[in-house]
């Protein structure tokens, strides 16, 4: 039971600072560029996807697709991190007995 929660939290950590990765490298981005740059861009993206919005269902399917990859990426990082943890574990219990 440790080793999945142990293995839960370090997905959970993993998934976090990937998301702060790209979160601070698009800070970084435009804090280089400059405001106008940002300004630009931003009006560019209200006349691409706010002035004329795409159907609800898009936007659902979109999100449930997001939600579902973040899902699988949560679970297969865990399942991965359980099976190195379990290994380590395996092999302390072995070198003490």
């Known amino acids: 039971m440790k080793v999945k929660i142990i293995s839960e939290l370090i997905s ?3 998934i976090g600072a ?3 990765l790209v979160s601070n490298g698009t ?3 435009w804090h280089r560029l400059g405001r ?3 300004l630009s861009h931003e009006s560019q993206n209200f006349e691409r996807m706010y002035a ?9 399917l979109l ?4 939600a579902l990859t973040v ?3 949560y679970k297969g990082l865990a399942f991965i991190a359980a099976k190195v943890l379990s290994a380590f ?9």
Request: glycine share 6%; hydrophobic share 50%; no cysteine.
């Open 18 to 20: 990937l998301f702060g």
């Open 12 to 14: 959970a950590i993993t």
């Open 52 to 60: 004329n919005p795409a159907p609800a269902m898009h936007g659902v």
């Open 71 to 73: 899902f699988v990426l």
């Open 89 to 97: 574990s395996d092999e302390s219990e072995a070198v003490q007995n």
């Open 27 to 29: 800070h970084d981005k």
């Open 36 to 38: 106008e740059a940002f």
């Open 63 to 66: 999100w449930v697709f997001v």
